[in-house]
């Protein structure tokens, strides 16, 4: 093929673009020149530009999460704190609940039942709060209040005299007494 040939042959094919692609072709190269004039970036510069950009969001999307991380971390240190006060409270509630049962319990071996229990238990309470150790506090209540509280009261019997057992009355008598009830 001489130069010719290449030369129709390249015309052939730009027509059929041409055609095909509704374009015009340029009548002159300075045209074609001011066309692409437009601002053109190297490699590096867009991937500087993409770097920028890259960094940004990435920055963006760091911070997004350290806010979500922080706000989360808030709602478990609040959930923490209630979770600990109501261990505390269980706690002292227990603790309160055995100390009760320890007292009832060395109250009963001393021979104090029923609800004579529940009203010594806060004179023991309050003296155990006062310093004083369960058992000592339990033996000073039951010296103090159930000891005077015998001695004062005692036996009733005894506060009468000596018992007396009535006169037996005859048959007569005891009839009279009926028929003096009846007319009343």
């Known amino acids: ?9 390249n015309a052939d094919e730009h027509k059929t673009d041409v055609e095909n ?21 190297t490699q ?14 990435k920055r963006k ?9 922080l706000k989360e971390q808030g709602n478990y240190k609040e959930l923490l704190e209630k979770a600990q006060q109501t261990i505390a409270e ?31 238990f806060f004179y023991v309470k309050s003296l155990i709060d006062s310093g004083k150790e369960e058992d000592e506090a339990v033996q000073q209540v039951v010296s103090d209040f159930v000891t005077s509280t015998q001695n004062t009261f005692g036996d009733a019997t005894q506060s009468l005299g000596k018992s007396v057992s009535p ?14 009830r009846l007319r009343k």
């Open 1 to 9: 093929m001489t130069l010719e040939n290449k030369e129709f042959e």
């Open 21 to 41: 692609n509704g374009n015009k072709p340029a009548e002159n190269p300075e045209d074609i020149k001011t066309e692409t004039d437009e601002k053109l970036f």
């Open 44 to 57: 590096e510069q867009l991937d500087k530009i993409v770097k920028d950009r890259l960094e940004r969001e």
């Open 61 to 69: 999307q760091e911070a997004e999460l350290e806010e979500a991380r």
């Open 90 to 120: 269980l706690e002292n509630e227990k603790t309160a609940y055995e100390q009760k049962q320890s007292i009832s319990t060395k109250l009963n071996s001393k021979g104090i039942v029923g609800e004579d229990v529940d009203k010594y």
């Open 167 to 180: 006169d037996p009355k005859s048959n007569e008598d005891l009839g009279r007494e009926m028929f003096a």
